[in-house]
């Protein structure tokens, strides 16, 4: 059975061994039973997580990610380790609104210049059609309407740590045997 640590703020880490369906991110001190959050980064690196997930953070919003968590810090950096199921979560979520606004501006730069190329490229069809036969202008005709019609692409970031979602995703069927998506999702 899978081990889990949790800490009391005000008796420290306690450990738990629990079968996975039973597994809550939030569970009671057995001392004082008030609620106390899973940490990832269990205090005398007994657990799988050693010191947390540690990544490099600039004032500007830049994230960066040491190979190693004793990594040297860059300059204009700070040194954010992330203990918590909920810390990880945010992260996620804060890296994944940042890529999505570049990724929204990107598109939008991209899409003007399509459309300036697809304007040139158009008004020379159309000049071309002149001489067209009339089967050949309803060719072209159809394939600027079909064009129109095409979906643009979209791009989700999908900025995920590996180590709350790979399970997921290498095996789907294992939500069927603990029940994790019908009571975390």
């Not at 945010?90 to 940042?98: A, D, G, I, P």
């Amino acid at each position: 059975m899978p081990v889990y640590e949790y800490e009391c703020k005000s008796h420290g880490v306690f450990v738990l061994t629990l079968p996975l369906r039973k597994w809550d991110d939030h569970k009671n001190c057995p001392k004082c039973e008030k609620p106390c959050e899973q940490i990832l980064s269990p205090q005398g690196g007994r657990g799988t997580f050693g010191q947390g997930i540690v990544v490099h953070v600039s004032a500007d919003g830049h994230t960066r990610f040491p190979g190693d968590p004793n990594a040297r810090v860059p300059k204009g950096f700070q040194k954010k380790t992330l203990t918590t199921i909920r810390e990880v979560e945010k992260f996620e979520r804060e890296v994944n609104t940042k890529l999505r606004a570049e990724s929204e501006q990107h598109q939008e730069r991209e899409a003007r210049h399509f459309d300036a190329i697809q304007q040139k490229n158009r008004s020379d069809l159309r000049m071309a059609m002149q001489h067209f036969s009339p089967a050949g202008r309803d060719l072209a005709e159809t394939a600027m309407r079909m064009n129109n019609e095409r979906k643009r692409k979209t791009n989700d970031c999908g900025f995920h740590v590996t180590i709350l979602n790979e399970d997921a995703s290498k095996n789907p069927r294992i939500d069927e045997s603990t029940g994790w998506k019908r009571k975390y999702v």
